[in-house]
């Protein structure tokens, strides 16, 4: 009979693991969307709008961790860039709504207004699970803009 060393059997477990986790799962933390933002907000200042925009679109490596991914918004809530459908690009949403019918978007733009800086939660579809989780986002304003990372609770 063979034998495995309980840290073999472990790495065979968390091997096959979905790759879809919640914060609390190991997936991305508060920590890590505040850093993404972070990362996004000063790409963008020195990159330039366009180039930016392009690159979180596109899904470049530097701004995707496992679920989460930035989001810009203008002010009337015309998405302009979106790391996780690139669809949504150029679509206004100022009046989507979640699941519990919450206008997420415009209370994100009316929040990057009146604070900045904030944490924002809603419901929305994991694009890796394809299930409607909760959802807390971090957002900070930045011109006339709002860039945003969330993580799936």
Request: glycine letters at 8%.
């Amino acid at each position: 009979m063979l034998k495995f060393a309980p840290a073999i059997c472990l790495s065979l477990i968390v091997a096959s693991l979905p790759l879809a986790a919640s914060a609390a799962e190991g997936g991305a933390t508060r920590a890590d969307a505040e850093a993404m933002v972070k990362k996004g907000v000063s790409y963008i200042k020195s990159a330039g709008d366009a180039k930016a925009y392009g690159e979180i679109t596109a899904k470049s490596p530097q701004f995707i961790l496992h679920d989460l991914y930035l989001v810009v918004y203008k002010l009337d809530g015309t998405v302009v860039a979106h790391g996780a459908n690139p669809k949504m690009v150029g679509k206004n949403l100022i009046e989507l709504k979640d699941i519990d019918g919450k206008a997420f978007v415009k209370e994100r733009v009316d929040l990057a207004k009146s604070k900045g800086t904030f944490w924002q939660e809603y419901k929305f579809t994991n694009p890796e699970t394809k299930k409607i989780e909760p959802k807390v986002m971090y957002c900070e304003k930045l011109a006339e803009t709002v860039v945003c990372g969330g993580i799936y609770l």
